[in-house]
Nanobody, 123 residues
Framework: QVQVVQSGGGSVQAGGSLRLSCTASGRFSSIDDMGWYRQAPGKQRELVASISSSGIPYYADFVKGRFTISRDNAKSTVYLQMNSLSPEDTAIYYC?????????????????WGQGTQVTVSS
């Protein structure tokens, strides 16, 4: 099994910064993409940013220039540095990890989600 544990988040005033972390542990051979999603009240979950195993990032338009995603493969950890936060960024943020498990006979790919962390930005 794989465990995905998030940390960081909290409350901040508009214009402030927060950093989220997410670490995967357990039985897997490697990790492909790692990403951050968010879900605001009454809205669907949306992709915020993702990063490939080789470190290539992708950002949703609404966070470009403000958020930075990074990863430490040795620690199986992904980070999301959030700057210039606005009240519109208020949401529960979820980490997503795509793991790969290689056995002698096969490959197993699976998505895992973190527990979610609240980010609240006040005006």
């Amino acid at each position: 099994q794989v465990q995905v544990v998030q940390s960081g988040g909290g409350s901040v005033q508009a214009g402030g910064s927060l950093r989220l972390s997410c670490t995967a542990s357990g039985r897997f051979s490697s990790i492909d993409d790692m990403g951050w999603y968010r879900q605001a009240p009454g809205k669907q979950r949306e992709l915020v940013a993702s990063i490939s195993s080789s470190g290539i990032p992708y950002y949703a338009d609404f966070v470009k220039g403000r958020f930075t995603i990074s990863r430490d493969n040795a620690k199986s950890t992904v980070y999301l540095q959030m700057n210039s936060l606005s009240p519109e960024d208020t949401a529960i943020y979820y980490c997503n990890v795509e793991t790969v498990l290689l056995t002698y006979l096969d490959e197993y790919d699976h998505d895992y989600w973190g527990q979610g962390t609240q980010v609240t930005v006040s005006s």
